[in-house]
Every structure is written in structure tokens, then in C-alpha cells.
DNA sequence: TGCGCTAGCGTGAACGGTGACATGAAATCC
DNA sequence: GGATTTCATGTCACCGTTCACGCTAGCGCA
């Protein structure tokens, strides 16, 4: 294939040197080159080029679920879109793998680490950090998306203080009975940090942590709404709501929709990732803005620089976190 | 590397064997290859492989826009869903490409075609054929989704029964004063197969169908909201709403709760896709099912199947769609 | 005993590029 | 005007695998 491309020109290595256009290539016959190639509707083999090279120009990425039920959390669906846009931007492709069934923990780590087509690796924290482990051991530049405990880069949002801030929110406009839908992985770090930042925010009011108005959910719309479900069939029940995503959040304004419930007069909901959907919805909704594209795009930078040679801390980097408040917090009624 | 492999077991080429597990290898040394392999923890290098074999057990996947607006849709989620797992069952891996802002039409093409990194092609329809012809010109085995003109095998729904049925739905329950939300882009031959349904039912039953009460949105639940505005500002509003997927049918329903005007007793609604939220609503939503995951999973079988030397006709496969009755379609109000 | 067959393994040549170095011609220098 | 530098191009080895052979030893069989 090469060769019928300097049959056409003149040369042979030359033509290498036109692909890479590197210098000390006369004009006149890069652009013989050039024809030629158009000519013969030639195109160089990335297989050839990352044997010789030893690289192949793409990142893998490896998702924490299955494609679809990945995509369907708006805050990975934001986070891996800025990951998307900056690797096309520097002319690398994006390699996916996902877990099957039957290992959900390592199976797309393994998967990735067993071809060995891939430059860079790029993680979404949460299942658990053996399959970063798995990569790191098989000698990849890992950069991780959320909260390791793992000693490689990460960029990971500020969730303690974003958790704090949101806390302190609903503290600062009177409320006391402060119910949590969390997630249901207490192993998770960003859950951990996130927890923290409410209880600091409550010990700096004077106020303990209400354990029993800790419920749980799997971060989906329905599973918010079951979450709330039982924190309102309780004789108690709260008068505020800090859910750990928008899903979860609105989950619970459906509910007290059902109930009669009026938000944000009666019960103030707060979320979690700022989705494009919090804005939209009536009330809007209040919500820890996470800038997860950003985040994307930041750890994408980061692999990027690594593979380029810059040598990279394996420490986090943290963006920060922002309250933005709307329509569904209100002051908390007296009495 | 390979070099090593043989060192520590005692011949060269047998290790390929061994890797591929072909026969005609001695139990014995077949084991003594596999210590050896995992004692120095080698991995055959890919880019190696696919040089000689001429092939990269990768499949690209062509997206119509960039992943976080892609995966924005659920039908589309679902669909690249089905593919990513057939894919990964298949032991295959999966390239992603997503347009840029430069040139949506065909960047992602391009860019696919450039490095020669995969063996097939799966084309999400969509943004018109030119870049399904760039990539058939270069050589790949490309199947699309969706509907498409040119001539390459591709599975798509059956758009026009299915818009047929939920029309005839509709005509049942005594509604005449039918109103359509489509799509914004008229070229698009999805689109012209739902009106085409939605037309020869009306026909069949000696209706015209009423042009002017044909509103555009572009997918999301937003702009489905807004051409309800536009639909129940009229004079002589509909009494039945049918939207060309959930998400619009979602937001004329939101915007029919803010007016006050009752689903399904004053109005009814009915979606296309059958995404899982459809199920979920209050009232929930009467939609036409598209089995979006089965059409990719049919893709990818099929182009998986071209892999392997399986011809196959560049003709439509088509996926029949079924219209599912839900809460939010009732008999219209007599007078 | 001699022959052919087969199972098991090794050999050499690609696959399609890249990079280091060598070569030759033209341009520059003294 | 010869020596030296510079620029443009060619040569060669190698990246790590697979594939099509070829070789050898052991076995069965006449």
C-alpha cells in the first residue's frame, strides 16, 4: 500500500515523512505525495503506525455501568460529554468499555487492560477502586473522575463543602428537621465527603446529625421517590429534603406533589448536580451545582498532559462546588 | 516481549498458538507457555495483532451529535445500549465518535475514516447519508439505525405502523381534533414515516389529516412544552395529542397540567418510544414501544455477522412497533 | 525393517508503518 | 575552487504478531 504511494511519487520513506509532516520535505514533491495519496485514496493504517510508534492515540474509558444505565445519570452523561469533547479536540479517539453482568467490579477494567489498545485510561470513580489498581499494575496512566482512594490523579468536585453549603442553606432559612436522601453505597467516597459537609454545617449551627432522617436511594428518580415516600409516612416527618442528585430531588417533589404537599411553602427540596432539567422544573429546583463537564474536560486534560510527558501528582484535583438557589426552598414555617 | 514469553517456556511461534488457543499443542507445554506468560505478565499487543491479521475486533460507533446530547435521548440511549452490550459479548471493543462544532454533518465520519481503527462501522441515522457514503467508500462494513437512503443493511423501527396504530388509537376513542408534535427537520425519513402512519389512518377512516394542527419541536421535553403552548393558544384547540417521542409528549402534558386541563379526561396524549419514565408518570403516558435496545442489539449482531462473512442485503430490517395504552389516552368528550 | 502418516514444534516471511543513519546534490564558506 | 555544511531523499532494521510452510520424532502398519 505503501508502495503503490511512491510508485505514484518518487520515494518511499518520504512518504512517511509527508503523513507526520515533518520537515525536510521539498515542497514540490509533498505535494506529489500528497496527490498521490488522494490518487490512490490511500490511507495509513493506525495498526502499522501504533506498532512502530508504540502508541495509539486513544483513550480508554471506563464506565462504572453498562452504557445505558450510565448515561442515564445526567451527572456521568455531562462529566463524560466534556471528556468527549476534549478528546476530539486533540485528535484522540475514545475507546469505551463497560461491565457485563457477570462482573460488574473488574470486567471492563479487565476488558481494557487485556487488549492493550489504548494509550491512557480514564475512570469513573464509585464501584470501588480494585479495577483502577488492575489498570495502574498493567502500567497505564490512569486519571479517575470522582473520589479514589487509590494514589492516581483524580478531579473530583468539592462535595463536602457543596453538601455544607446546601446544609447550611436550609439551616440559615429556619429549617431543623433535615431529612437526606443519600445514596445506598456507604463505601463511597463522594457519599462519605458529602455526609461530612452536612454535619459539620449542622455542628457549626450547634446541631447534631438526625440519623433516623437518613434515608437512602439508588440515585434514580423513582428510588427518590420511594426515599421520600418513607420519610413522609412518618409521624415527623421533616421540612426540608437535601437530596444527593436532582434525580433523587425531584423523585421527592413528585411525592409531596402526590401528597398534596405544597414545595417549597411546606417542605424545601434541595438537589444535587445541578442537572439542566433543575431549571426547567416547576419549582425550579435549589441544587448543588457540580460542573461535572468541566470535570470531564479536566480530567481528559489531564491524561492528555500525561501522556505528553507532564508528570502529574496522584492527588485530586478539586472543583469547586456551587449552591444555586431557586424556587423549591423556602423559610421553614414557625411552629 | 514475545522473545521473553519463549525464554521462559521453551519455543517462539507456539506461544501464538497457545494464545489462540489453536490446536496441534502439547497439554504440557501449552501449560508451561501459560506460567510463563503469567510469570512475566505479558500481554500481546493489539496493534501487533491487527497489523498481521488485518483486522482490530473494534467496532465504531458514530454518533449524530455530541455524547451528552446524544445520550440525552432515550431512545438513542437504549439503542446504543442494546449495541454496547452485543458488542462487548462479542468480545469486541467499542470506538466512539461524536461529531464536533466545526462540521456536525461529517466530522465524526471523517475522523472514523481517517484512522483506519475499526473493522465495521454502526451509524446512527439521522444527519443525513453523506457520511454513511463516506463511509462505505472507504471500505467499511457499515449498518445504520434509523432510517436511511442509502444502500447499506440497516435495522430500523417500524415508524409507520406504529405512528398508524396510535393514530387509529386515537380515532377510536372519537377524537377527530388531532393534534401532531413532530420533528423540526422534515427531511428526515423517520419523520416521514410517522406522517405518512398518521395520514393513512386518518384516511382509512375518511378523515383528512389537518395540517394546522401539525406542531415542530426538536426532542426534548422543553420544546414539547412549547408546541403545546402554541397548540392550546388556539382558538379551537385539540382534544388529543400526539407527539413523535416521550419526551415532547412529556412536556405537552406539563403544560396541560399548568393550564389546568385534564389528562386524559379533557385531553389525551400519546408518546413515541416507550422510554422507561413513560410507565412511571402520573397519568402514565399511552406511547408507541419501539424496542430501541433490541435495534441495537440487532445492529450490532448484523454487523458482527458481516464481520464474520455473513452477506447481507443492504436492505431495512424492520422491527415492528407496538402502541401500549396507558392512562393518558381516554374517549373524547362528547359535544 | 521400512515406509508413510501425524502430532508437535520451529522457521522465515510478511503485515504497514517509523526512526536512525547514510547518501547525494546543492548551497555556503573561506 | 575545494571543503564544509545543509537539505532532500533513500536504505535498513525493527515494532510484535500471524500465517504458510518445513522439519522431526514417534507411531502404526505391511
Same mark, same amino acid.
Given at each position: 500500500?505503501?508502495?503503490?504511494?511512491?510508485?505514484?511519487?518518487?520515494?518511499?520513506?518520504?512518504?512517511?515523512?509527508?503523513?507526520?509532516?515533518?520537515?525536510?520535505?521539498?515542497?514540490?514533491?509533498?505535494?506529489?505525495?500528497?496527490?498521490?495519496?488522494?490518487?490512490?485514496?490511500?490511507?495509513?493504517?493506525?495498526?502499522?503506525?501504533?506498532?512502530?510508534?508504540?502508541?495509539?492515540?486513544?483513550?480508554?474509558?471506563?464506565?462504572?455501568?453498562?452504557?445505558?444505565?450510565?448515561?442515564?445519570?445526567?451527572?456521568?452523561?455531562?462529566?463524560?460529554?466534556?471528556?468527549?469533547?476534549?478528546?476530539?479536540?486533540?485528535?484522540?479517539?475514545?475507546?469505551?468499555?463497560?461491565?457485563?453482568?457477570?462482573?460488574?467490579?473488574?470486567?471492563?477494567?479487565?476488558?481494557?487492560?487485556?487488549?492493550?489498545?489504548?494509550?491512557?485510561?480514564?475512570?469513573?470513580?464509585?464501584?470501588?477502586?480494585?479495577?483502577?489498581?488492575?489498570?495502574?499494575?498493567?502500567?497505564?496512566?490512569?486519571?479517575?473522575?470522582?473520589?479514589?482512594?487509590?494514589?492516581?490523579?483524580?478531579?473530583?468536585?468539592?462535595?463536602?463543602?457543596?453538601?455544607?453549603? &446546601?446544609?447550611?442553606?436550609?439551616?440559615?432559612?429556619?429549617?431543623? @428537621?433535615?431529612?437526606?436522601?443519600?445514596?445506598?453505597?456507604?463505601?463511597?467516597?463522594?457519599?462519605?465527603?458529602?455526609?461530612?459537609?452536612?454535619? @459539620?454545617?449542622?455542628?457549626?449551627?450547634?446541631?447534631?446529625?438526625?440519623?433516623?432522617?437518613?434515608?437512602?436511594?439508588?440515585?434514580?428518580?423513582?428510588?427518590?421517590?420511594?426515599?421520600?415516600?418513607?420519610?413522609?409516612?412518618?409521624?415527623?416527618?421533616?421540612?426540608?429534603?437535601?437530596?444527593?442528585?436532582?434525580?433523587?430531588?425531584?423523585?421527592?417533589?413528585?411525592?409531596?406533589?402526590?401528597?398534596?404537599?405544597?414545595?417549597?411553602?411546606?417542605?424545601?427540596?434541595?438537589?444535587?448536580?445541578?442537572?439542566?432539567?433543575?431549571?426547567?422544573?416547576?419549582?425550579?429546583?435549589?441544587?448543588?451545582?457540580?460542573?461535572?463537564?468541566?470535570?470531564?474536560?479536566?480530567?481528559?486534560?489531564?491524561?492528555?498532559?500525561?501522556?505528553?510527558?507532564?508528570?502529574?501528582?496522584?492527588?485530586?484535583?478539586?472543583?469547586?462546588?456551587?449552591?444555586?438557589?431557586?424556587?423549591?426552598?423556602?423559610? &421553614?414555617?414557625?411552629?
Amino acid at each position: 500500500m505503501r508502495h503503490v504511494a511512491d510508485r505514484a511519487g518518487v520515494s518511499y520513506q518520504t512518504v512517511s515523512r509527508v503523513i507526520n509532516d515533518a520537515d525536510g520535505v521539498a515542497p514540490a514533491t509533498r505535494d506529489r505525495v500528497l496527490a498521490a495519496m488522494r490518487d490512490l485514496n490511500y490511507r495509513p493504517s493506525v495498526a502499522a503506525r501504533s506498532l512502530a510508534r508504540a502508541r495509539t492515540d486513544t483513550i480508554g474509558l471506563v464506565l462504572p455501568f453498562p452504557v445505558d444505565v450510565t448515561f442515564a445519570n445526567a451527572h456521568f452523561l455531562q462529566t463524560i460529554g466534556g471528556v468527549d469533547r476534549v478528546v476530539a479536540e486533540n485528535d484522540y479517539s475514545l475507546l469505551v468499555s463497560s461491565p457485563n453482568d457477570e462482573d460488574p467490579a473488574l470486567s471492563a477494567h479487565r476488558r481494557m487492560v487485556r487488549r492493550r489498545a489504548v494509550d491512557g485510561v480514564i475512570v469513573e470513580a464509585g464501584m470501588g477502586d480494585e479495577g483502577i489498581e488492575l489498570l495502574v499494575e498493567a502500567g497505564y496512566p490512569v486519571v479517575a473522575i470522582g473520589h479514589v482512594a487509590v494514589a492516581v490523579p483524580s478531579v473530583q468536585p468539592d462535595d463536602e463543602s457543596g453538601a455544607y453549603g &446546601a446544609m447550611q442553606h436550609l439551616l440559615a432559612l429556619g429549617h431543623r @428537621r433535615i431529612a437526606l436522601i443519600a445514596g445506598n453505597a456507604p463505601a463511597n467516597l463522594a457519599q462519605q465527603a458529602r455526609l461530612r459537609g452536612c454535619r @459539620r454545617a449542622r455542628i457549626d449551627a450547634g446541631l447534631p446529625l438526625d440519623e433516623d432522617l437518613v434515608a437512602t436511594g439508588e440515585f434514580s428518580l423513582e428510588s427518590g421517590h420511594e426515599a421520600a415516600a418513607r420519610l413522609f409516612d412518618r409521624a415527623d416527618p421533616p421540612t426540608a429534603v437535601l437530596a444527593f442528585n436532582d434525580a433523587m430531588a425531584i423523585g421527592a417533589m413528585r411525592l409531596l406533589r402526590e401528597r398534596g404537599i405544597d414545595v417549597p411553602h411546606e417542605v424545601s427540596v434541595v438537589g444535587f448536580d445541578d442537572t439542566p432539567t433543575a431549571s426547567l422544573l416547576t419549582p425550579s429546583l435549589t441544587t448543588v451545582r457540580i460542573f461535572s463537564s468541566e470535570l470531564g474536560q479536566r480530567a481528559a486534560r489531564t491524561l492528555i498532559g500525561m501522556l505528553h510527558g507532564t508528570k502529574v501528582p496522584p492527588v485530586p484535583a478539586v472543583l469547586p462546588s456551587q449552591l444555586v438557589v431557586r424556587q423549591s426552598t423556602a423559610p &421553614a414555617r414557625r411552629g
